[in-house]
């Protein structure tokens, strides 16, 4: 398996901690490869950096050099690790399921995203056989735990639609599933309120668009409207701009459902 554009280079957030573990083991040679590529001999020593903390000049280089490209390797990467556990949530690797992964990353980050794409899931499939269903579960929560240290609320919302839509593509969701959703976003530090309101997204009846702004049909126009603000700030695609453009037309089209839901509800109440 190659890694050109899509991920390589400078690795960001996902080298350390749970998810670098997983990185490790299932792009093997690969990634010691593209760790090799930033921990090189220029980059030993140590010293204190401007804040007065003794660092690695290893340590220092990534802490200067983390950059927008570094946080859309780790988001892609944390994308495909929790996808892997809600698509095996019910049991199953449904084709549909994995279809809509290939066509997602074929139509969002490219062709050769889909290749690798599908590649990295079905060796974290691979991985979830090897430790058990329980093991990987505390891995996936441990993952979930350095993605909300290291996201902003409006990137773990962005990666949040991409698993619901994942979900969704069998166009069945069955209870497991969205059990596995919010125990993904309750990881991550997120309300599963969240869930809900994805869930909603893209259907055309009043109900869903309530579900979508999180209130009930009996709130109050203001109620109605602080919860419009408050998700229109929260979803805005300039938020997740630095994980790349491709990332950000598909928060547009998230953040365009959005819309459609507050305009069903304004027209219901003459707003």
């Not at 240290?149 to 969205?178: C, H, K, T």
């Not at 668009?209 to 805005?236: I, W």
């Not at 994980?243 to 304004?266: C, H, T």
């Amino acid at each position: 398996m190659a890694f050109g554009a899509w991920i390589g280079g400078f690795l960001g957030w996902m080298t350390a901690g749970p998810l670098g573990a997983l990185a490790g083991i299932v792009l093997g040679k690969v990634f010691d490869a593209m760790m090799d590529g930033v921990n090189t001999p220029e980059t030993q020593g140590t010293f204190e950096d401007p804040f007065g903390r003794q660092q690695t000049a290893h340590q220092y280089q990534q802490r200067r050099q983390y950059t927008d490209y570094g946080q859309r390797n780790s988001f892609l990467f944390s994308l495909l690790v929790l996808a892997s556990y809600i698509i095996k949530a019910d049991g199953r690797v449904m084709h549909s399921e994995m279809e809509f992964v290939r066509n997602m990353l074929r139509q969002n980050f490219g062709p050769q995203a889909s290749q690798e794409g599908d590649g990295i899931l079905r060796k974290l499939f691979d991985e979830q056989k090897r430790v058990g269903a329980s093991s990987f579960k505390r891995t996936v929560a441990d993952c979930c735990m350095q993605i909300a240290r290291n996201m902003d609320y409006s990137q773990r919302l962005q990666l949040l639609n991409f698993l619901v839509m994942i979900a969704q593509a069998d166009g069945s969701l069955p209870q497991s599933e969205i059990t596995a959703l919010k125990e993904c976003a309750q990881w991550m530090q997120m309300s599963v309120d969240e869930v809900d309101s994805m869930m909603g997204l893209g259907k055309d009846d009043l109900a869903s668009a309530y579900q979508v702004l999180g209130v009930s049909p009996n709130a109050t126009d203001d109620e109605v409207k602080k919860a419009y603000r408050k998700l229109a700030l929260e979803h805005h695609p300039d938020k997740v701009a630095a994980l790349g453009e491709d990332i950000r037309k598909a928060a547009e089209k998230k953040f365009q459902k959005i819309n459609e839901a507050k305009e069903r509800i304004w027209k219901a109440r003459g707003l």
